[in-house]
């Protein structure tokens, strides 16, 4: 593997996966480290993914950001509101049904929530981009939502900008979920996760049987459960997938996680 340097950072997270209703929304949370305001913008993805063959895609994705309780911004339709800045970003959402907001964020905890407007179901793209690299960084994105089978799985991407590498632990949870009071938790989900041109760089199910298992125990991310998954990924600058299914095609409610721990 590249020696780590502890230089490289996460640029741009996001996860794609089931709309459904009450718990079944999906939910997107990132953390800003740092000591001062980040610019970001958050995207709520659908039409534009049955573009790219994703079937059952979220026609019209309502997205929310809230810090811990508080509702900050909501949009549906990215031109209705924020357009100009939305279009200085460089990344405007390509489908004007699609939602987006922009906001500097003071470090902390954050919650993105994408829902369909009007009650409507799919799949959809939670994403969060670092506009301003100089301040702060993006430390991780946790994003929970159904997971089915085929297009339904919950996939969660990621991309490290460099010179040098990233440290990450990313992990799959499910039976954990229910002590927070979630039903239809995913009982035993299995993870993956793929490089740019789609090669299996690792895979896991059951993180305690992973030959980082200690490694990962020693940043503190040891999932709550033996039946959830976990891997250690020190990265060269790229893109990466991850993917979470259930063991034996099962189907649930999951999360993934994806943390830099430099």
Do not use: C
Request: charged letters at 15%.
């Amino acid at each position: 593997p590249p020696t780590p340097t502890g230089n490289g950072r996460l640029v741009q997270i996001s996860t794609r996966g089931s709309v459904g209703t009450g718990d079944d929304v999906l939910i997107g949370g990132f953390i800003i480290e740092g000591t001062a305001a980040k610019k970001v913008i958050v995207r709520a993805i659908g039409p534009s993914l049955g573009e790219h063959g994703v079937s059952g895609a979220l026609a019209d994705p309502v997205l929310e950001l809230h810090s811990t309780s508080t509702l900050l911004q909501t949009n549906d339709n990215w031109r209705d509101t924020q357009e100009q800045e939305i279009l200085d970003s460089s990344v405007p959402p390509a489908n004007d049904m699609e939602s987006a907001i922009v906001a500097d964020l003071v470090p902390g905890n954050y919650t993105a929530i994408v829902s369909g407007a009007a009650g409507a179901t799919g799949v959809a793209l939670v994403e969060v981009y670092d506009l301003d690299p100089t301040n702060g960084k993006l430390a991780n994105i946790s994003t929970r939502a159904h997971i089915g089978v085929g297009d339904d799985v919950l996939i969660g991407g990621f991309i490290i900008t460099g010179p040098q590498t990233q440290k990450n632990v990313i992990r799959a949870l499910g039976p954990s979920l229910d002590t927070n009071g979630v039903t239809g938790v995913l009982a035993n989900p299995t993870l993956e996760v793929y490089n740019s041109n789609g090669a299996l760089l690792h895979t896991n199910d059951d993180y305690s049987t992973d030959h980082d298992s200690s490694v990962i125990g020693s940043y503190g991310l040891r999932p709550p459960s033996l039946l959830e998954s976990a891997i250690y990924l020190d990265a060269a600058p790229g893109n990466f997938t991850a993917i979470v299914r259930g063991f034996e095609g099962a189907t649930g409610v999951g999360l993934v996680e994806i943390y830099g721990v430099d």
